[in-house]
């Protein structure tokens, strides 16, 4: 018998046991998981299938089971250190396959477009453009259920390690929610073709960058909270650092459902990419900037704002309170 990567301890446990497992599934599952066309087939050359989505509440348990379970069974152990590099990789398979998926999908509609250009109202013809289309809306359906495991793995690795996933390139999106963190190449090429939403969030931008060597979370914390009271529909601006300032400002983003920026170097600039990611940032208009001190790059930001007139807070690193934990 297979050790349980739970244990159960009294009765109340039992009875949370059995309500987390016969609720309801969650909307974005419910959604996610619900068929929108009556064939199914994702791979060429195969049939069609009319078998139905798997249960959604019954595939939410399994992804956080996948996730928190690692961290349960590595707990109080050498290689409980290892559980989120492990974690971080489950919901990178999540993300890989979505991505996978959405490109798929992009070349099916791209197929669909020159069917229909072609389409000369044959027969042949025109059973082609039905095939097209319904591998094309499998994809899409296929798409939008892996996104949605992603995003409750991407839940759970947060809840666990009090640090939100992130990507190491691209956005973390999907069809079903509002982005939680979005590439800023995206985001730049969104804004210029006005593509999707979930690519170019719309709200009052706020730049913030920092140090790698900061601890006072609380008094980065207590600025963003005063800020998105003030702009509640904000969209906050970051130099994408996976550890400091940056680090900082994407778990408060993550918390409290704000739309990310990731402005990561573009390294063919060489050493002139802080500076033009610095001017990037500028280029986006902010309404209001927090800048912490760092490297040359935060002093370079920071007189780059005021030269702009852009309203500002500046942090000094002597000016840290020191918090436990």
């Known amino acids: 018998m297979t050790k349980l990567a739970r244990s159960i301890r009294s009765f109340t446990e039992i009875a949370d046991l059995i309500i987390a497992e016969t609720a309801a599934p969650s909307d974005g599952f419910a959604t996610a998981f619900t068929e929108t066309i009556d064939g199914f087939r994702i791979d060429a ?109 991407a839940a759970t690795y947060h809840a666990e390690t009090g640090r939100p996933w992130s990507s190491p390139r691209g956005s973390l999106v999907s069809s079903k929610r509002t982005a939680s963190v979005v590439a800023a190449a995206d985001f730049l090429a969104a804004r210029r073709q006005r593509k999707n939403e979930a690519h170019a969030p719309q709200g009052p931008v706020v730049i913030f960058s920092g140090g790698q060597a900061w601890e006072d979370c609380g008094q980065l914390i207590d600025a ?37 920026i990731a402005f990561t170097l573009n390294r063919k600039l060489g050493q002139r990419a802080g500076f033009a990611r610095n001017e990037q940032l500028l280029a986006l208009k902010p309404v209001e900037a927090l800048v912490c001190e760092g490297s040359g790059l935060q002093s370079h930001l920071a007189r780059l704002v005021r030269a702009a007139g852009v309203p500002a807070r500046f942090f000094r690193l002597a000016g840290q309170r020191r918090h436990a934990g």
């Open 45 to 153: 050359g195969t049939d069609v299938t009319d078998a139905g989505m798997p249960d959604a509440r019954e595939v939410e348990l399994a992804t956080e089971m996948l996730v928190r379970t690692l961290f349960d069974v590595l707990r109080d152990s050498r290689l409980e250190s290892l559980a989120d590099r492990f974690a971080w990789g489950i919901v990178h398979s999540f993300h890989r396959v979505s991505g996978q998926l959405d490109g798929e999908a992009d070349k099916a509609a791209t197929r669909i477009k020159a069917l229909i250009r072609d389409a000369d109202g044959s027969e042949v013809m025109m059973a082609e453009l039905e095939e097209a289309q319904l591998h094309c809306q499998s994809l899409d359906e296929a798409r939008d259920a892996a996104a949605c495991m992603r995003d409750h793995a």
């Open 224 to 260: 963003l909270d005063q800020v998105r009271a003030r702009i509640p529909s904000m969209v906050l601006a970051t130099t994408a650092q996976d550890k400091g300032c940056d680090a900082i400002a994407a778990a408060w983003a993550a918390r409290t459902g704000t739309p990310l």
